[in-house]
């Protein structure tokens, strides 16, 4: 069983900046490929980032250049970092990973992942 706990989530004010982080337990993380999506309220799922076993990275337009996905392996973490928070970005943010060690298949991840965390909210005030 697969567990991805959030953490991270808080107020902070637009400008500014929080940096996630997702705790994985899963023994073949060094290989699995991680994601992170975010939900706002009344609104879907969406995918913001995501991050292969060899740390190539996948961003949505919404947040290229203000948020970075990175990985520590020996920490089995891995991080969002968000700059330049706007209001927009206030949702839950949820970790995923993709359940097939080795694979990277951006295309579809925009669609979500396997296993997933159970969120951490962030808000962005005005």
């Known amino acids: 069983q697969v567990q991805l706990v959030e953490s991270g989530g808080g107020l902070v004010q637009a400008g500014g900046s929080l940096r996630l982080s997702c705790a994985a337990s899963?023994?073949?993380?060094?290989?699995?490929?991680m994601g992170w999506f975010r939900q706002a309220p009344g609104k879907e799922r969406e995918f913001v980032a995501a991050?292969?076993?060899?740390?190539?990275?996948s961003y949505s337009d919404s947040v290229k250049g203000r948020f970075t996905i990175s990985r520590d392996n020996a920490k089995n973490t891995v991080y969002l970092q968000m700059n330049s928070l706007k209001p927009e970005d206030t949702a839950v943010y949820y970790c995923?990973?993709?359940?097939?060690?080795?694979?990277?298949?951006?295309?579809?991840?925009?669609?979500?992942?396997?296993?997933w965390g159970k969120g951490t909210l962030v808000t962005v005030s005005s």
């Open positions: 995923a990973a993709d359940a097939v060690p080795g694979r990277w298949y951006p295309a579809m991840y925009y669609k979500g992942m396997d296993y």
């Open positions: 991050i292969s076993w060899s740390a190539i990275t």
């Open positions: 899963r023994r073949t993380f060094e290989n699995d490929a």
